[in-house]
């Protein structure tokens, strides 16, 4: 059964991942207010105080739910707080999530900081919730996204097509990819250790 311990610490030695607060928007909202344009494909955007405010509030409201289960990301190196990222459409019939809404400060993209997330992420979604499934998404136009999430492990499964709206406007198609727990124990998670520690 999948718990939601409320002061679950995901840590190594690059970064920390501990349960989002609404304290925390005074970490955040820098990066809503500075870099508004860091989230183009996002479904919901928490560009702006407003936005952030509210992305965060909602992120608390479907912890509480047992929905999701956000983050905020502490980078050791930079000594700061950096980006968010969660766990969500937890289903606990099912014993699978999704893992996404995840962001980081545009100075901390592309350093590495993701790949010790995810490996965080899926060791205890695997390993100590024991999913048979995790699944990502992501709008079909992001290529570094999709990218990363390939060179992880991730299984392209196909495209939702027109599955959202854009809080810009229009709709996005979502391409669908996943890691089951079969495959972590016998390939991905040595993947990704290797791509983390050479």
Not at 61 to 72: G, H, N
Not at 112 to 138: D, I
Not at 163 to 169: D, K
Request: proline fraction near 5%.
């Amino acid at each position: 059964m999948i718990d939601f311990p409320q002061d679950l610490m995901l840590e190594d030695d690059r970064v920390m991942l501990r349960p989002l607060e609404e304290t925390d928007l005074a970490y955040l909202v820098p990066f809503a207010v500075n870099e508004p344009d860091n989230w183009p494909y996002a479904h919901v955007s928490p560009a702006g105080r407003k936005g952030m405010e509210q992305y965060v509030r909602t992120a608390i409201d479907q912890r509480t739910a047992r929905k999701e289960y956000p983050f905020i990301v502490f980078d050791k190196r930079a000594g700061l707080y950096v980006g968010s990222t969660r766990f969500y459409d937890i289903q606990l019939e099912s014993v699978t999530a999704q893992l996404g809404y995840t962001w980081y400060g545009k100075n901390y993209q592309r350093t590495g900081l993701n790949r010790h997330c995810k490996w965080l992420m899926l060791t205890y979604a695997f390993e100590s919730w024991g999913l048979e499934r995790v699944e990502f998404r992501a709008d079909v136009r992001n290529e570094k996204s999709i990218l990363a999430m390939k060179a992880i492990g991730c299984i392209e499964e196909g495209v939702l097509r027109n599955n959202l709206p854009l809080e810009s406007g229009g709709r996005r198609s979502s391409i669908v990819l996943s890691i089951l727990k079969d495959e972590w124990f016998t390939g991905v998670r040595e993947l990704l250790r290797k791509k983390i520690y050479p």
